[in-house]
Each structure stands twice: as structure tokens, then as C-alpha cells.
């Protein structure tokens, strides 16, 4: 029998479904999951995501070299060397390192799964979509793609990279969830136009007024980070590329 496969749209929605049986795929489109996905395949040495400003200055402080980074509300933390931006993370800077990260939605909805005892977590976005699909498909396994949205609500670019993920592998997967079937059908709407409806999300205009238009090009630009974040002992490593 075919895998399952669901979309939960939001975190405060994840206890709705069995986790555990199943492999959780985070999604941050905007910003963390891409930042992710651009420091591992730069050549970081691991990322390790964690929930508060807290402990990501304590972990900074105990590891050698490390880079202490996150953003609350899509500003730089007071306190932490870098913000969450993809661009920040360059071959010839992040290569070796150890970026500790911790961000408004994302960390947190992957602890939430990890702690809720998912049989494995992973982190998606455009930028590694190739990765993701190939390795869902490899494992045959139940899977829960994890939107972080946008504190508890609901928004659109999560959305939209989990119809781009099911698009991709629905064939090999059992679907009797609504919520995935909007993904798919939104994506497959807007998936020839996908920069420009995507301007039209909130997330979008609350990045952009600080700048970032760049990170969010970059951050719906399919496969140009194309290495497949997994987590385990804690930390983020980059399994393979493509």
C-alpha cells in the first residue's frame, strides 16, 4: 500500500496528526527553511535550530567558531552576530561553520514535531525542492508537510511550496486531505506566474518594507540551494545535493 501523505497549515494545527508515524517536512519559505537550505549547501558545517535568543547565545558562546544568528518579526535580534538572511551565508563565509539560528516560526514548529516524536524531520523550500521530492519519494513513508505560517495563521508561500512538493509526488502517495489538495490546486494555478502572485502575500510587503526583496527572490527560486537538510543529534546536517 501507498504512503500517506498531509498538510498541516499551520503549527498550532500539528497535534492533529500522527507524527510519529510519519516523516515531517518544515517549511519557512520566508525566511528560515531557504536560509537553511542556502548555509548547508555553502558548506556549513551543521546548523543548529533552536527556539529562543536564549540558548542560541549560550550554544554561540560554548562552540568554537560558531555563528549566532535569528530574527523576530523579520528584524536581527539584538544581541546575535546575523539575521536570518540567505544572503548573509556565502561559500567563502559560512564553509566550515556552525550557524546557530533561531527565527520567528520556523525553529520553532521543528522542535514542535521533533518533540512530538516524528520519525524524521527535514526542512523544504524552493530553493531545495528537487532534494525533498527525491529523498519523500526514496523513503516511502508517511509524510506531513509542516507549514510554519505566520504565528499560528495561515499564510500562502508555505502553502504554495507544499502544492510544488505534492505536485511532484502525489502519484506515489495516498491524499484524502483538503488542505493538500488546495496546496496542490494553488500551486498549479500560480506555478507559471509564481514570483509575481507571490508579491501579493503578506509575509512578501512585511519583508520587503525592510529591504529583503532580494532574500525573497531568492527564496522562491526552485533548486539553487538544492541539498536536502535533515535533523538529527540536534543539529541540521546536509544528507546530499543534487
Not at 527556539?51 to 523576530?72: F, H, M, N, P, Y
Not at 533561531?102 to 514548529?109: D, I
Amino acid at each position: 500500500m501507498k504512503p500517506t501523505l498531509s498538510t498541516c497549515l499551520s503549527p498550532a494545527l500539528l497535534h492533529l496528526y500522527p507524527v510519529k508515524d510519519a516523516i515531517v517536512v518544515i517549511i519557512d519559505v520566508f525566511r528560515a527553511t531557504s536560509t537553511i537550505a542556502a548555509a548547508l549547501y555553502n558548506g556549513a558545517s551543521r546548523v543548529i535550530p533552536v527556539e529562543d535568543v536564549d540558548t542560541c547565545k549560550e550554544l554561540g558562546s560554548q562552540i568554537d567558531g560558531a555563528i549566532t544568528a535569528g530574527e523576530r518579526d523579520g528584524k536581527v535580534i539584538e544581541g546575535l552576530q546575523y539575521g536570518n538572511s540567505p544572503a548573509e551565508y556565502p561559500r567563502d563565509f559560512i564553509g566550515g561553520k556552525t550557524l546557530v539560528l533561531t527565527t520567528t516560526n520556523g525553529t520553532k514548529l521543528l522542535h514542535r514535531a521533533v518533540n512530538d516524536g516524528a520519525a524524521e524531520v527535514i526542512t523544504g523550500s524552493f530553493p531545495n525542492l528537487g532534494a525533498v521530492t527525491h529523498h519523500l519519494l526514496s523513503q516511502n513513508k508517511n509524510v506531513i508537510l509542516g507549514c510554519s505560517a505566520w504565528k499560528n495563521r495561515f499564510n500562502l508561500e508555505d502553502t504554495l511550496f507544499a502544492g510544488a512538493v505534492i505536485k511532484n509526488i502525489k502519484e506515489h502517495f495516498i491524499i484524502h486531505c483538503d488542505s493538500s489538495l488546495m496546496a496542490e490546486q494553488m500551486y498549479d494555478q500560480h506555478k507559471n506566474n509564481l514570483y509575481n502572485f507571490i508579491q501579493h502575500t503578506t509575509h512578501w510587503h512585511r519583508l520587503a518594507a525592510y529591504g529583503l526583496q532580494k532574500d525573497l527572490e531568492f527564496c522562491v527560486t526552485i533548486n539553487v540551494a538544492n541539498v536536502l537538510p535533515i535533523y538529527t543529534n540536534n543539529e541540521l546536517v546536509a544528507s546530499h545535493t543534487l
